[in-house]
């Protein structure tokens, strides 16, 4: 079936700008998380999903960045005011459990550039 | 918080040399995960670990789960030009009905044809 999907996938903006990155994990999958990588280096957590629970928002860096998720499915995450140093990949990931075995499946990303 | 390490930080071969990787940690995890990013891709799952010692093979690829819970490596034999990419380790723990996963910093990883 289909991966995971993510939407722009490039995105330039300018400074101060709002952006809303979209993805759409694999089907039936329930959790769902939000990762950032600058250029050269490793990813950052930013945000998870998990059914209907309370999403873990511990990794987002500022109350410019939020994300919602709308029916357990697809997620948006929405930055406001842009800054350059937004300027990133943003990956999203969608994860199962199939007879405890974990799966997680990383969509193509969506490359921000705030100028 | 948790922190990963990964060494070596790059790696350059020459193609058929085997390859070896390891990712330590401050904490323990219950998992480890082991990725692999191609440039302009999202990294892709290719091992993962459950159990204390031990020891899993995708192929070329080997992985092991640290006794200690807060180790692991990877070694890939007879090295290739298409393994050429950023390999992740990762920590997975099980917290309050939800999986946390944390990625080291990565090993960069060229091969020399």
């Known amino acids: 079936g289909a991966g995971v999907s993510q939407s722009p996938s490039n995105k330039v903006t300018e400074k101060g700008k709002d952006v809303e990155l979209r993805c759409d994990p694999i089907s039936g999958h329930t959790a769902l998380y939000w990762y950032r990588q600058s250029l050269g280096q490793g990813l950052e957590f930013l945000i998870y999903?998990?059914?209907?629970?309370?999403?873990?928002k511990s990794g987002l860096p500022s109350d410019r960045f939020s994300a919602e998720r709308t029916g357990g499915s697809v997620s948006t995450l929405t930055i406001q005011r842009t800054q350059q140093e937004d300027s990133a990949v943003y990956l999203c990931?969608?994860?199962?459990?199939?007879?405890?075995?974990?799966?997680?499946?990383f969509g193509p990303g969506t490359r921000l550039t705030v100028t | 918080g948790q922190q990963l390490n990964q060494s070596p930080q790059s790696m350059f071969i020459q193609e058929g040399e085997d390859v070896s990787m390891n990712c330590t940690s401050s904490?323990?995890?219950?998992?480890w995960l082991w990725y692999k990013q191609e440039p302009g891709e999202g990294p892709v799952l290719l091992i993962a670990?459950?159990?204390?010692?031990e020891l899993t093979s995708n192929g070329r690829l080997t992985a092991q789960f640290g006794i200690t819970r807060k180790d692991s490596f990877l070694n890939i034999s007879a090295s290739i030009p298409s393994d050429v990419g950023i390999y992740f380790c990762a920590g997975l723990e099980w917290e309050t009905s939800y999986d946390k996963v944390i990625f080291g910093p990565g090993t960069s990883l060229s091969v020399i044809p």
């Open positions: 670990l459950y159990k204390a010692g």
């Open positions: 904490s323990i995890f219950n998992t």
């Open positions: 990931a969608s994860s199962t459990r199939t007879s405890g075995a974990y799966e997680q499946y």
């Open positions: 999903f998990q059914g209907n629970s309370a999403p873990d």
